[in-house]
């Protein structure tokens, strides 16, 4: 996935701020005292399958949506429009903003996501070498934008293997079509083969600071996206019927 940077300045204080180098520390990210770098979702630390080798239609894909995410995806949820792109046809949409581990510079990123037990869960599609994926191992303070809400979070690498059995099934079929880009198509496979597909993905768990997080009618699940979709379609439809009479109202001058 690719990242966009921002300016600290750009992010609203959220948690409060540790000790440390004012370069190395943001007032919205900053790591509580005394938390460690990662907190895993079980005691064991069972080892993810193996990622399959890239290919060159998956090298297409990801430039493709570097490209997507940098011009298009995340200024628009910078702008709020997150809750315009939901659908359960092609998933929904956060904003994940984590500091660079090296630069110390805060990132943006848009991720297909599950409100759930009260968490956000997210996966890293494109394996553990993802960058936002090694940048919130090493600081796990991190801010999720959502439908009508930015949340302080910090992020878990779950890997106890009964919380992935229970919700990774559940955060692929969140995903829509996206999700069949795993080599499984979500709405017919069973958790066990969804599982199986996704062995090699990190799954990773956004807990707020504040407390359980609930989903809202723009996430996953909810029915705003239903309103949503018919004033888009109502708008298409009215700007293609004022578009074609202007240009028949042209023609009908010569």
Not at 61 to 67: C, E
Not at 140 to 154: F, N, S
Not at 238 to 246: E, F, L, N, P
């Given at each position: 996935m690719n990242t966009t940077s921002i300016r600290t300045g750009a992010?609203?204080?959220?948690?409060?701020?540790?000790?440390?180098?004012?370069?190395?520390?943001?007032?919205?990210?900053?790591?509580p005292a005394g938390r460690p770098s990662i907190e895993s979702g079980g005691t064991a630390e069972p080892t993810l399958a193996p990622p399959p080798p890239?290919?060159?239609a998956s090298r297409?894909?990801?430039?493709?949506?570097?490209?997507?995410?940098r011009w298009s995806t995340v200024p628009l949820l910078r702008a709020g429009m997150g809750?315009?792109?939901?659908?359960?046809?092609?998933g929904y949409l956060l904003l994940l903003r984590v500091r660079g581990r090296r630069t110390g510079i805060l990132r943006e990123v848009?991720?297909?996501?599950?409100?759930a037990e009260g968490a956000v869960w997210v996966c890293a599609g494109l394996g553990p070498g993802v960058h936002w994926y090694r940048n919130l191992l090493a600081d796990?303070?991190?801010?999720?934008?959502?439908?009508?809400?930015?949340?302080?979070?910090?992020a878990e690498d779950v890997r106890d293997p009964e919380v992935r059995r229970r919700m990774m099934p559940a955060l692929v079929r969140a995903l829509g079509l996206p999700g069949a880009l795993g080599g499984v198509d979500p709405r017919q496979a069973t958790d066990g083969e969804i599982l199986q597909a996704y062995g090699w993905v990190p799954l990773v768990r956004l807990r707020s600071f504040e407390g359980p997080i609930v989903a809202g009618p723009d996430d996953p699940g909810g029915s705003a996206w239903i309103w949503r979709q018919m004033v888009i379609l109502g708008l298409i439809v009215?700007?293609?019927?004022?578009?074609?009479?202007?240009?028949?109202?042209?023609?009908?001058r010569r």
């Open positions: 992010v609203r204080p959220a948690v409060d701020p540790s000790p440390g180098p004012a370069a190395d520390q943001s007032p919205a990210l900053a790591q890239p290919t060159e297409r894909a990801h430039a493709i949506f570097l490209k997507l995410n809750p315009w792109l939901g659908t359960p046809i092609g848009p991720l297909s996501y599950l409100v796990p303070a991190v801010e999720v934008v959502l439908p009508g809400r930015t949340v302080a979070c910090v009215a700007i293609g019927g004022s578009t074609i009479g202007t240009i028949r109202g042209l023609l009908a």
